[in-house]
Structure formats: structure tokens, C-alpha cells
């Protein structure tokens, strides 16, 4: 089976040679970011898109905000960046047009974010992917979140948890839904907590996103846990709108 995904990747770079998706260079015109860990998903033919140049472009100071839940404490969130161009162009290549190895470069961005959380090693720290409604899931095929999620969770001894948060009800695209009242109206009740905290839990919940535009999705989320009786503590993201977030 590996000779013949060895075979079925060298004809496709024959006939469809790898480009940067930001800078179209190929891998024989710049150095290139390397495959990394073992990501669940990704396929034999799957390679990063993205040369070192653009990945350098992206990495910047991670940039801290927060976000108001209904009925608690204000939501941190830590982002990768500010979301650029070239971030949302990046991450669409990977969501809509099927480059799903750009995750590679993607999960270097986060995990060097993460170090600007208020991670306790000490305690159990679990991740929460938001969740995609079931339909987009099966159009797409992934959930960015939980790829992201689970590679963070891979690289330090943080727990992948999917199974809490639930979306119920389809949202439509958070980007196609102008202001920020109509996007905190478009994801109200969009999401549920499939499982009430125990008495004696002690597990801090941090969420994890791809691109933090109005806050407006992640506050839902969080509320959701919340009511669930779970502590939720922060947000991590690739990428967030400055001008939707107070800093924090
Ligand atoms: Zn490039």
C-alpha cells in the first residue's frame, strides 16, 4: 500500500507540482515548511502548501482579547495573529478548496499562541473544539476546530474533548452575516452542552477556533458549557478581528 501511495504522489506532483497557496512558488524556488506529526485525516498526497517565507509572514506576537458571555465572567482569547488576508486566504484554501496539509504549518502558528494562555499543567486542561453543525461536517468532510484541537492536544498533555458541545441548530456562515448584533442573534441557541459537569469536576475547558471574527460563535459556546455547570476559561484561535474584541 505505501509503494503505491508513494507512486499515486509522485504522479500527482508530475502533473499538479505543489504551490505555495499564498505565493505560488514551488518547493524548488524557496524552502519549504515540512510535514510534520502524524495528523488523523490527512492523506498520502497531502503536503503543507506553503513555503517558509509566507509561513514567517503569518507568525507574529500573539494577540490577546476577550469576548462578553451571557451571565458570567468575560471569555480571554489568544490568537495566533490578527486575522490578515493572507490568514483567511490560507485557511480558505484548507476549509473550501481541499489543501488539507496546510494544517501542518496552521498547528505551528497555534501551539506557539497557546504559550500565551493561562495553561496550568497541574490541572486537567481540556480542549473543546467548537463544533460544526452535523451537514456542514459531512460537506466538508472535517472540522477545522477539532483538527487544530487535536494537534494541540498531541503536542502537550492537554485533553481533545468532542463530545461535550454540540451545534444544533445550522448557522449559516458567521462571514455572510453583517454587524455585531446579527451575528450574536444568528448563533443564540446555536449550540448545547450534551453533558452536565459533575459535582466534583475540576477541569478548565479552553475552546479552540480557526478564525475569531465577531467573538459572536465562541461566546455562544462558551455560554452553552457554562450552563452545563463547566468552567470555561479562555479561547484559542489561528486568527481574530482586533476591531471585534476588547483587549484584554
Ligand atoms: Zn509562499
Known sequence: VRHLEYLLSSLLELFYPERCALCEATPQEKSWCRTGRAVAGLRAWDRPHLCRDCLTGLVGEPLCGSVCVDGGPPLPIVAANRTSGELVRLVGAWKYHGLRGVVWPLA?????????????????????????????????????????????????????????????????????????????????????????????????????????????????????????????????????????????
Open 108 to 248: 505551528t502558528l497555534v501551539e506557539q499562541a497557546a504559550g500565551a494562555l493561562p495553561f496550568d499543567r497541574d490541572e486537567e486542561t481540556w480542549l473543546i473544539p467548537v463544533p460544526l453543525h452535523p451537514s456542514r461536517l459531512r460537506s466538508r468532510g472535517f472540522n477545522q476546530a477539532a483538527v487544530l484541537a487535536r494537534c494541540l492536544a498531541d503536542s502537550g498533555s492537554l485533553q481533545f474533548r468532542d463530545d461535550l458541545l454540540k451545534r444544533v441548530r445550522s448557522t449559516g456562515q458567521q462571514a455572510k452575516v453583517s454587524g455585531q448584533t446579527g451575528r450574536l442573534q444568528n448563533v443564540s441557541e446555536a449550540f448545547r452542552c450534551r453533558e452536565a459537569a459533575p459535582a466534583e469536576n475540576r477541569a478548565r475547558l479552553f475552546l479552540v477556533d480557526d478564525l475569531v471574527t465577531s467573538g459572536a460563535t465562541v461566546s455562544a459556546a462558551a455560554a452553552a458549557l457554562r450552563l452545563g455547570g463547566w468552567s470555561v476559561d479562555g479561547v484559542l484561535a489561528l486568527g481574530m478581528a482586533t476591531a471585534a474584541t476588547e483587549p484584554g
